[in-house]
């Protein structure tokens, strides 16, 4: 089984983070091989950002499928693009909020999400209640720039454990869900430190995307996700103009 793992963002080191944890759970047989996006912002921090991500994530999807992946999952926890790249691609697609909204459930009743700016909660609230976790989950912010948890000399990590912490005591949260990707590489030690479930969306797609794979199940085609219509595209996105099978 191969999986691959798209950075919509051009952070080079932030998919070889997202990459190492994917490896760090996958099963024996399983293939990660991963793309960093060649367009966009250096991080996606809210709605503008996510926009500009969408042209260069979509053409990693669609050259990365030459290679044969099984499966593709897109490297931000804003799901930026997740519709439109499952639309485009013939393998399944994930995100990492859809994933780790749904292995909390499954671990805890009620649960946290920590992301990084203010600008970003709200955007993720609506993910939340869009993926059926509204009631149960709460999003918190720890004012962190998404490109200082690539410095290790930066205080997001505590802010981002104040912020955790502030769960536990005040949400009654039973789990954490780190919501960016740049995390990844945090959720063993958080989990060991607190004492409660902490989910990463990487690993959580990872899993669920072998899952997917086992039992044969793709994106179905029919209806909101059915292949995009042959037109022609103007400008810019003439390269993304759909072609007939």
Known sequence: MRILIVNPNTTVSMTEKAAAAARGVAAHGTEIISATSKSGPASIE???DGAIAVPGLLMEIRDGQAAGPDAAIIACFDDTGLDAARTLADIPVLGLCESAVMTAALVAERFTVVTTLERSRVLIENLVRRYGAGE?????????????LED????????LKRQIELALDQD???????????????????????????????SAAVKQAEALVAQGLKTSKRGSYASPLAKPYSGAMSAFAPVLA
């Not at 149960?136 to 200082?148: F, G, M, S, T, Y």
């Not at 290790?152 to 802010?159: G, I, N, R």
Request: glycine content about 10%; overall charge neutral.
């Open 152 to 159: 290790k000399a930066s205080a997001a990590l505590p802010k």
């Open 46 to 48: 809210g709605h503008y």
């Open 172 to 202: 009654g949260a039973e789990a954490i869900v780190l919501g960016c990707a740049g995390m990844a590489d945090l959720a063993q030690s958080l989990q060991r430190e607190y004492g409660v479930p902490v989910i990463d969306g990487v």
């Open 136 to 148: 149960r989950a709460k999003v918190r912010a720890a004012d962190v720039p998404v490109l200082e």
